[in-house]
């Protein structure tokens, strides 16, 4: 366990950015590219400051955040609970599991038109929009989490005589508990990634991806770079925070059912 | 005899086939015809080859499996379904790795008509019947194979069953161990007086054990032999009596070689499909 405490945070991870920062302000200070798409690391931070400073950023990352946290939470609960239906019954495999194989293979984005004549632009529609992104690995990966549970653990509490709710409740979900934190910690980039995507496509209000869009529609490189920072970095917090749960939650499991749920 | 023939296990007549109708009936005999009473207290071995049905039989006991011909009753009981009167420890100690020693041992008695007091005094007890105390709270990972074994023996015997069944429980264990734990087994039994079955591929383990041997015959499923041990405990696996025992029941493997030999395509695939019982078919359905 301590191993992977320090594997958590490897300096050796930084020298990539750095040599890419240390790079770009060598080409910008050796004046190497005179052009508008290529801004100093100096204008980008100046950008920040002032972003920063006016409100902008906390206004469009916390109309962002709000989104994805809503899309999320929305979609995660749906995720689980057709997981769990898909998993557990056999008539609800029969019913709905093919529908719902079809259902993953849609892109995604192919669902934005509809969305967009159903919902709006408006925050309605971006929820929706990312509850899908984040139902479909929840519900994909609780369903094969509890189609994984070995039938030797279900023989067990057979022989003590565990009712179905209790096999489902102390055997089945313990059992398909790192496959399900998977299916939630992808749930979690994905909306996260979908939140860009929605705010790109379904152009309405304001959010990190409104600032992407402004700065690109200003030819302000400086706000787009930022942005994409400011993107980079909210996901790098997400992911680090859903990995850090994982790890307090399954922390207690030996090395080989934890690997399930990383891989 | 008529009440007291009720009394202990009553095997009669038991058959069982794998692959219902499939294709062209091509069904697979795993037991044939066993029959075999065991009395109360009474510690039973049963050896044979891979393949012999052994396990088959014992989980047919254990009620895991109910289809099957012929009569199986406990105490006069038909055994229909699983029951807490008959604990069983698999040879994988299929511990639920979420849980601690304890917690392992308690989750037997969920189900036991006990207050949560009783229930923690009859886990303490347990844990410190097999030797555990200091271990209450290790995850399965972190015991040795022995030690998740008699975690596994105590959660089978939790429940103070009438009948404990052991499917190769030392199989995977290595020797010295297998021998401290057979000695602790024997103890055990001693204690608790409840009726053992043991099945086992091990001749050695099943003499030193048992108050008698079934051999069993492979291809179908079939007993053999049923040899009395008649030597006091502990005993001792240089005795004379004990080697020469050892000798008889070895030899009834070695005659017929030629079936283990000649049964080449058919046979690897037969044992495997031993190995994974119609449990997978067992689902939360509805």
């Known amino acids: 366990m301590n191993r992977s405490i320090k594997a958590a945070f490897d300096w050796r991870g930084l020298v990539l950015p750095l040599a890419a920062f240390a790079l770009w302000w060598l080409i910008s200070a050796l004046h190497l590219v005179k052009s508008g798409l290529l801004v100093s690391p100096v204008d980008v931070a100046h950008t920040a400051w002032q972003q920063a400073k006016s409100g902008a950023l906390l206004r469009a990352l916390s109309a962002s955040l709000a989104r994805e946290a809503s899309g999320f939470l929305l979609g995660s609960a749906a995720g689980l609970l057709l997981g769990a239906a898909l998993g557990f019954s056999r008539i609800a495999r029969r019913v709905i599991g093919p529908t719902f194989d079809t259902f993953k293979q849609i ?9 967009s004549v159903w919902f709006g632009l408006g925050d309605v529609a971006k929820v929706v929009f990312l509850s899908l992104a984040a139902l479909l690995p929840v519900a994909a990966h609780t369903c094969d989490g509890i189609h994984a549970v070995p039938p030797r653990y279900v023989e067990v509490a057979r022989a003590f005589r565990y009712s179905r709710l209790q096999m489902a409740r102390y055997v089945i979900l313990p059992a398909a508990l790192p496959s399900i934190f998977t299916g939630i910690y992808l749930a979690l980039i994905y909306s996260w990634l979908a939140t860009l995507g929605a705010e790109y496509l379904l152009v309405a209000g304001s959010g990190i991806g409104n600032t992407l869009i402004d700065g690109s529609e200003q030819f302000r490189m400086d706000l787009v770079l930022f942005g994409i ?24 499991r030996p090395r080989a059912s934890r690997e399930r749920a990383v891989a | 005899m008529t009440t007291t023939v009720t009394e202990g296990i009553r095997i009669r007549g038991v058959s069982k086939r794998y692959g219902q109708q499939n294709d062209d009936g091509g069904t697979l005999l795993v037991l044939d015809d066993i029959s075999l009473d065991i009395a109360p207290g ?31 009753s406990v105490d006069g009981e038909r055994v229909r379904d699983t029951s807490l009167e008959r604990g069983i420890v698999f040879q994988d100690h299929r511990l639920f790795p979420w849980l601690t020693a304890s917690q392992n041992i308690l989750a037997a008695l969920r189900n036991a008509p006990l207050k949560p007091k009783q229930k923690r005094d009859a886990v303490a007890e347990h844990v410190a019947l097999v030797g ?27 429940n103070r069953p009438r009948v404990l069944l052991l499917d190769e429980p030392f ?13 602790e087994l024997q103890r055990i039994w001693e204690r608790e007086r409840i009726t053992m079955m043991l099945v086992t591929h091990d001749v050695d383990e099943a003499i030193y054990l048992g108050d008698r041997v079934v051999t069993m015959a492979p291809r ?13 405990r502990p005993r001792e696996r240089s005795d004379p009596r004990f080697v020469q025992l050892r000798e008889r029941i070895l030899a009834d493997f070695s005659e017929e070689p030629a079936r283990d030999g000649n049964d080449a395509p058919g046979g690897g695939h037969h044992t495997s499909a031993r190995q994974e019982p119609p449990v997978t078919e067992w689902r939360l359905a509805w």
């Open chain 1, 107 to 115: 892109s995604l984005f192919a669902w934005i038109p509809l969305i």
């Open chain 2, 132 to 158: 555990l105390e200091g271990f209450e709270d290790a995850y399965p990972h972190q015991l040795s194979g022995g030690m998740a074994q008699r975690v596994a023996i105590a959660r089978g015997l939790v």
């Open chain 2, 220 to 232: 179908p499923g079939r007993v053999k032999r049923i040899a009395p041990v008649d030597l006091s």
């Open chain 2, 171 to 183: 199989g995977a264990l290595d020797a010295l161990t297998r021998a401290r734990l057979q000695n």
């Open chain 2, 42 to 72: 009474e510690f039973v071995s049963v050896v044979g080859a891979s393949g012999c049905g052994k396990s088959t039989l014992l989980r047919l006991i254990a009620g895991l499996d109910t289809d099957y011909r012929g009569e199986i």
């Open chain 1, 229 to 252: 920072i400011v993107v980079g970095l909210t996901g790098w917090v997400l992911s680090a925070l859903a990995r850090g749960v994982e790890r307090r939650v399954l922390a207690r």
